[in-house]
T-cell receptor, first 110, second 117 residues
Framework: RKEVEQDPGPFNVPEGATVAFNCTYS??????FFWYRQDCRKEPKLLMS???SGNEDGRFTAQLNRASQYISLLIRDSKLSDSATYLC???????????FGKGTTLSVSS | GAVVSQHPSWVICKSGTSVKIECRSL??????MFWYRQFPKQSLMLMAT?????????EQGVEKDKFLINHASLTLSTLTVTSAHPEDSSFYIC?????????????FGAGSRLTVL
């Protein structure tokens, strides 16, 4: 079983749509969780951290369910500029490397 | 914010040659650097962890004699792909931990796209 699993997509949605991505992780001892965004042929960039209580940043909402080892990202009112690959990322222990999922590709069209 | 400068951004080389990739931390000291590799449509896979002044720790399946990592200073880490072959063609990305040992904050270089002919 892979450490971090995501639905690869692609998700093709029109502008203004709401889209949700899911992710599961295998290491129950994981401590930190993130969503990164990666544009084509670019390095990943931090989108947001994910907290157990759930957190929101503008149109983006992230949720974490430790019992189910499940992480989600909700994007509301999709913009063309949201088109990218969204990486679910887990950190087993502070100071160690991040473990990346394969990514979910989102394509927003007008 | 903290910036990691990675160079070169892309390189094309002949099979059998060696390629060096540099990552420099600007305005901060990177005690730890992580090197990742990403094949098309795949996730970033950790290759090795390097700590300044000590030998790198390689992930299972990564040949340490082929992928030489040097982290001789707090602001520079290098990855050398020795005797590169076409199967080594990939996107190599470094990342540095910003702050103290227990921080999770990582900043990434822009990546180096290697094509071996």
């Amino acid at each position: 079983r892979k450490e971090v699993e995501q639905d690869p997509g692609p998700f093709n949605v029109p502008e203004g749509a709401t889209v949700a991505f899911n992710c599961t992780y295998s290491n129950s001892a994981s401590q930190s969780f993130f969503w990164y965004r990666q544009d084509c042929r670019k390095e990943p960039k931090l989108l947001m951290s994910v907290y157990s209580s759930g957190n929101e940043d503008g149109r983006f909402t992230a949720q974490l369910n430790r019992a189910s080892q499940y992480i989600s990202l909700l994007i509301r009112d999709s913009k063309l500029s949201d088109s990218a690959t969204y990486l679910c990322v887990v950190n087993a222990q502070a100071g160690t490397a991040l473990i990346f999922g394969k990514g979910t590709t989102l394509s927003v069209s007008s | 914010g903290a910036v990691v400068s990675q160079h070169p951004s892309w390189v094309i080389c002949k099979s059998g040659t060696s390629v060096k990739i540099e990552c420099r931390s600007l305005d901060f000291q990177a005690t730890t650097m992580f090197w990742y590799r990403q094949f098309p449509k795949q996730s970033l896979m950790l290759m090795a962890t390097s700590n300044e002044g000590s030998k790198a720790t390689y992930e299972q399946g990564v040949e340490k004699d082929k992928f030489l990592i040097n982290h001789a200073s707090l602001t520079l880490s290098t990855l050398t792909v020795t005797s590169a072959h076409p199967e080594d063609s990939s996107f190599y990305i470094c990342s540095a931990r910003v702050g103290y040992r227990d921080t999770n904050v990582l900043t990434f270089g822009a990546g180096s796209r290697l094509t071996v002919l």
